[in-house]
Each structure stands twice: as structure tokens, then as C-alpha cells.
Nanobody, 118 residues
């Protein structure tokens, strides 16, 4: 019902910034909450941030909250993740995800690679 495509990943130096974008299509009215997850090499999936259609946001850790900002443009069916002060440990494949009001995270993009160098 919902298709998600992430863009904006790439190579960035530590301390730099990067903005990820997620384009949603299909039944976008079903996406009550949109979120970002990441998977680093050898590690399990980790929650990064999410935002509801009303603009309420949640971040996975205090470090993420202080450096990352999630935003949504409902008119354009876009979700963004502004990443500042990037650290080497932020290196991972970042995934966009969506869920309904009462459901679990059910729609996933294919991911975009973020590599932070020293």
C-alpha cells in the first residue's frame, strides 16, 4: 500500500552534516507515523527517530536528539532526517519506515548508505 524510497546517503566527514529524504507513495494517508531506523555493520536494527502527522517527534537516544532532526512535509509526502555533527559510529544503512495509528512498523524502504569518515 505504501512505497518508501530513501535518498541522500553518502560519504561525509566526521562533524559534517547530511540530510536524508524519504519519498512516500501509494496510500500515504495511512502513514500516521514515519520513522528512521539504521543498521550498522554487525549490529541489529536501531531506532533513530519518528514523527506523527501532527508533528510529534521521538528520538532513539539523547545523542540522536541533540544532533538529528526529523521533519515531515505532508503536502509533498516527504520525510527528512537532518543529521548534524556526524560521528563515525553513525555509519550505517538508514531505513525509512511507516506505520498506521495502531499498527507496528510495516512499510520499509530499501535503505540508503551513510558513511562517516574520520
Amino acid at each position: 500500500q505504501v512505497q518508501l524510497v530513501e535518498t541522500g546517503g553518502g560519504l561525509v566527514q566526521a562533524g559534517g552534516s547530511l540530510r536524508l529524504s524519504c519519498a512516500a507513495s501509494g496510500r500515504t494517508d495511512s502513514t500516521y507515523a514515519m520513522g528512521w531506523f539504521r543498521r550498522a555493520p554487525g549490529k541489529e536494527r536501531e531506532f533513530v527517530a519518528s514523527m506523527t502527522t501532527g508533528g510529534e517527534s521521538v528520538y532513539g537516544t539523547e545523542s540522536m536528539k541533540g544532533r538529528f532532526t526529523i521533519s515531515r512535509d505532508n503536502a509533498k509526502n516527504m520525510v527528512y532526517l537532518q543529521m548534524n555533527s556526524l560521528k563515525i559510529e553513525d555509519t550505517a544503512v538508514y531505513y525509512c519506515s511507516g506505520r498506521t495509528t495502531h499498527g507496528s512498523w510495516r512499510w520499509w524502504g530499501q535503505g540508503t548508505q551513510v558513511t562517516v569518515s574520520s
